[in-house]
């Protein structure tokens, strides 16, 4: 059996919010249904085309802005690359014109009302997050796609292997925690240096520290914006942005122009126990209101909860003197082959698992990283991500109005605040001496999340999303 090898970059991947699952996902999959005509010498014959969501992408892709993403992943855009100010008035254009560039390439006929088709009562078996693309040739044929959307930007197409990629020599494959430790054990290595010799398998060293720091580099100016970006959030909640008064207040009688400027000032007002709570709040505020708002973000490990390890890492930088390329670096390895062992384990996609997939799985994974980077010892970086989802197990996920903010984006700061806790209890304790095990956790999360009531996850049918009264606008 074919093991799943997960890269660095398959934890974080930069995109467009507000969701990895159901927007960065399903623009992916439109891209590969694109890819897959133009292969088979489709795309020219192209006549018309149906699109139909199933599932939670049914339930609750509007808010997550499904639809929107898949129109601009059929125009042929990138979520890498597409200036997300743009966003809007191409969608406008396709809805008023009723036409649609196939690739970007070829015009079609399209009527959103009547070829992106939401079926709420029908879900498909192998993953809540189902999507078929149906092309109606100039021949008389069609051609058909079905794939999953099943969590952190991952996707899969119906028929294929999910974990059919080119296979490489890894010299050290990881499934669990207890894999992982065992090589550590055996070479001495930190987890960031057994993670970076396992890059080594896809690409050079110089190459993958360059896509880490540019990660990094989306990180931070989403972070910068966030802090410096007022209004509501779209969608009809009518949510206010909380980053930028709260960055004002914490600023307050001090200038800067700069990303570089505003961490100095950052440090220079962390000199209390609360402010530097209200700091780690406000950098996993102001990511997750720039991923409401289809701000680029980067999926860590998923969009809803792209705040906690921003967060984390920003703590780490100004409170505790990471601020060089190194250390920023260790801290992403080492949050990414957490986040591997719980993807492997279990899941990240909260319509598979509740929020605990994606709340509870960045936490565990900035515990791990600030521990290492604070010289904890591999048993100890275990044992942060454990505590972390520990405290997560069971945390369901109920957007009010299938939007990615109510209780999405304060969820991101609670998340935050644990990783953190997780980290100073496990470099205050013995590992020798825990009674849970991070493997056992992740067994754990995985089996509640197969007991855990679909109406939990991800659709919108329970908990907070059916008893908060709220009038959204008609779509």
């Not at 249904?33 to 489709?42: E, K, P, Y």
């Not at 898949?70 to 966003?87: A, H």
């Not at 935050?416 to 205050?428: E, N, V």
Request: with cysteine; charged share 20%; hydrophobic share 40%.
């Amino acid at each position: 059996m074919q093991r799943e090898q997960i890269s660095v970059f398959d934890m974080f991947k930069i995109g467009i919010g507000p969701s990895s699952s159901h927007t960065l996902g399903p623009w992916r999959a439109a891209q590969q249904f694109v890819q897959l005509l133009s292969d088979t010498d489709a795309l020219p014959l192209v006549a018309g085309i149906k699109i139909l969501l199933y599932g939670s992408l049914a339930k609750t892709g509007r808010g997550h802005g499904t639809d929107i993403a898949i129109l601009l992943g059929l125009s042929g855009d990138d979520p890498v690359t597409f200036e997300v100010d743009k966003i809007n008035s191409k969608i406008a254009h396709i809805t008023h014109s009723h036409k649609l560039e196939l690739g970007g390439t070829k015009e079609i006929s399209f009527y959103t009302d009547d070829d992106l088709l939401f079926l709420f009562n029908e879900s498909l078996p192998f993953h809540p997050n189902g999507v078929t693309f149906q092309a109606f040739l100039s021949t008389g044929k069609a051609v058909s796609a079905t794939y999953y959307s099943i969590g952190g930007g991952f996707v899969v197409k119906e028929g294929e292997d999910k974990n059919a990629k080119a296979e490489v020599d890894l010299p050290f494959p990881v499934e669990t925690a207890g894999d992982l430790l065992h090589w550590c054990m055996k070479t001495g290595l930190k987890i960031s240096e057994v993670v970076m010799e396992n890059e080594l398998a896809w690409r050079s060293e110089h190459d993958t520290r360059d896509g880490v720091l540019n990660i990094y580099r989306v990180i931070r100016e989403c972070i910068y914006r966030g802090c410096h970006t007022g209004g509501s959030l779209p969608g009809g909640l009518n949510v206010a942005r909380r980053a930028i008064n709260l960055n004002r207040r914490l600023t307050a009688g001090h200038n800067y122009s700069n990303y570089d400027e505003w961490i100095a000032v950052v440090r220079e007002t962390g000199c209390t126990f609360q402010s530097i709570l209200d700091w780690v709040s406000c950098f996993a505020l102001a990511v997750n209101e720039e991923n409401a708002s289809f701000g680029r973000v980067v999926t860590a490990p998923t969009n809803g909860a792209a705040g906690v390890i921003p967060a984390v890492l920003h703590y780490f930088i100004a409170f505790c003197d990471g601020y060089e390329d190194k250390k920023i670096a260790q801290f992403i390895y080492t949050a990414s082959e957490i986040g591997s062992i719980f993807k492997k384990g279990a899941t990240i996609s909260a319509a598979m698992g509740g929020c605990q997939a994606e709340i509870g799985v960045s936490s565990a994974m900035a515990a791990a990283a600030l521990t290492e980077c604070l010289g904890g010892s591999q048993r100890q970086v275990l044992m942060a991500a454990e505590i972390a989802m520990e405290h997560h197990l069971g945390l369901t996920c109920d957007p009010i109005g299938g939007l990615v903010q109510v209780p999405c984006i304060e969820r991101n700061t609670m998340g935050a605040i644990k990783a953190i806790t997780a980290s100073q209890l496990a470099l205050q304790s013995n590992p020798d001496n825990a009674k849970v095990s991070l493997d056992a956790v992740v067994k754990t999360m995985w089996q509640t999340a197969q007991d855990m009531n679909s109406k939990y996850k991800e659709t919108s049918d329970g908990g907070l999303a059916v008893n908060i009264p709220i009038s959204l606008p008609e779509c």
